[in-house]
């Protein structure tokens, strides 16, 4: 048995194996797991984030960034993406952390709307316009403009 796997039941003389967090087997019977690559994360048979038993990985979306199970930007290895957080913006699939967003400037959706998380862009045009949604350094928008 790999470092890697984990018995999950034992079938007559045969062990059913899983993989550990940050890794995934698309191979049925593999006795031996993947590691989840930069810029993607842990998914089970239905596409959803696991952290244990991948059997594939999703590219992270943007306004997303790859992480751990605690919510910890990482590298290679993630169980999960998680939106953007205020005041920062992903613009290309695949992250591994987001962009702080400039003074001056909001976050949006993809639809170009206005949002306080998961942005997936900024755009110029000063706090003002876009109540509620992201501003550069982190503030948020006077919402009684």
């Not at 890697?4 to 031996?32: F, H, I, R, W």
């Not at 594939?56 to 751990?68: F, H, K, L, S, W």
């Given at each position: 048995?790999?470092?890697?796997?984990?018995?999950?039941?034992?079938?007559?003389?045969?062990?059913?194996?899983?993989?550990?967090?940050?890794?995934?087997?698309?191979?049925t019977?593999?006795?031996?797991?993947?590691?989840?690559?930069?810029?993607?994360?842990?998914?089970?048979?239905?596409?959803?984030?696991?952290?244990?038993?991948?059997?594939?990985?999703?590219?992270?979306?943007q306004?997303?960034?790859?992480?751990?199970?605690?919510?910890?930007?990482?590298?290679?290895?993630?169980?999960?993406?998680?939106?953007?957080?205020?005041?920062?913006?992903?613009?290309?699939?695949?992250?591994?952390?987001?962009?702080?967003?400039?003074?001056?400037?909001?976050?949006?959706?993809?639809?170009?709307?206005?949002?306080?998380i998961g942005?997936?862009d900024?755009?110029?045009?000063?706090?003002?316009?876009?109540?509620?949604?992201?501003?550069?350094?982190?503030?948020?928008?006077?919402?009684?403009?």
């Amino acid at each position: 048995m790999q470092p890697s796997m984990q018995p999950e039941t034992n079938v007559g003389a045969d062990y059913a194996c899983y993989c550990v967090a940050g890794k995934y087997s698309n191979t049925t019977g593999s006795l031996t797991c993947a590691d989840v690559e930069e810029g993607y994360y842990a998914v089970d048979s239905n596409g959803d984030p696991t952290t244990f038993g991948a059997v594939n990985q999703n590219q992270v979306e943007q306004g997303y960034y790859a992480a751990d199970s605690s919510g910890n930007a990482v590298d290679e290895g993630a169980v999960q993406q998680i939106p953007c957080p205020s005041g920062k913006y992903s613009n290309s699939s695949g992250a591994s952390s987001c962009t702080v967003i400039d003074n001056g400037y909001y976050g949006v959706d993809s639809n170009r709307v206005p949002t306080s998380i998961g942005a997936v862009d900024q755009v110029s045009g000063g706090c003002n316009t876009a109540v509620g949604s992201n501003c550069g350094s982190n503030e948020v928008c006077n919402t009684s403009i």
